[in-house]
């Protein structure tokens, strides 16, 4: 069940343009989360908030130029660091082609932030949704294996980086007082 919070100014686009980057944004988080665009049930499931700020404030000033915060939600397991680094480009791409811009000019001015919800707490329908719960949703009951292994992989994945810290810490500490 994707979720997008978008925040971007009334002016930043004409109506034409904002419209197609919505209906473009939505076609990349799903793909990032390695569904189909064109599934109707993910896309009937795929929210797009958009937030309209009054303005938006550089260095204290009011920015001259259109500001982008595209925040992409998926559930614990969706994304990989890949995927992420994917996702970010393809957002900040997808902004470029609705300003018409070279992406170097626009990329500055774009920030996304792919977030994780832990498993466990992503709630809709009045339940708990988990991983493999959504997985089974969007790709059918016979999948649901895949969003236990992604689930399963995120898991590992944190699991070593908080083991390489640790041991990263304790070679840093030895001998240094607690």
């Known amino acids: 069940m994707p979720m997008i919070d978008a925040l971007w100014s009334e002016d930043a686009l004409t109506p034409e343009a904002g419209a197609r980057l919505v209906n473009e944004l939505t076609d990349i988080l799903i793909e990032a989360e390695g569904y189909d665009r064109n599934n109707p049930i993910a896309r009937g499931v795929t929210v797009f908030h958009l937030h309209r700020p009054a303005a938006v404030f550089v260095g204290g000033e009011r920015s001259k130029t259109a500001r982008y915060r595209i925040i992409p939600s998926a559930p614990e397991g969706q994304y990989t ?85 640790g041991a990263a810490d304790a070679h840093t500490t030895v001998g240094e007082p607690i």
């Open 81 to 165: 660091n890949e995927s992420r680094r994917a996702l970010v480009k393809a957002v900040t791409e997808a902004v470029a082609r609705a300003e018409n811009r070279p992406f170097e000019e626009v990329a500055p001015r774009v920030w996304v932030f792919p977030t994780e919800i832990p498993d466990g707490t992503w709630g809709s329908r009045g339940a708990i949704y988990t991983l493999p719960d959504i997985h089974a949703l969007l790709a059918g009951e016979s999948e649901r294996s895949v969003g236990e292994a992604r689930l399963a992989r995120r898991r590992r994945e944190k699991a070593r980086i908080m083991m390489e810290a």
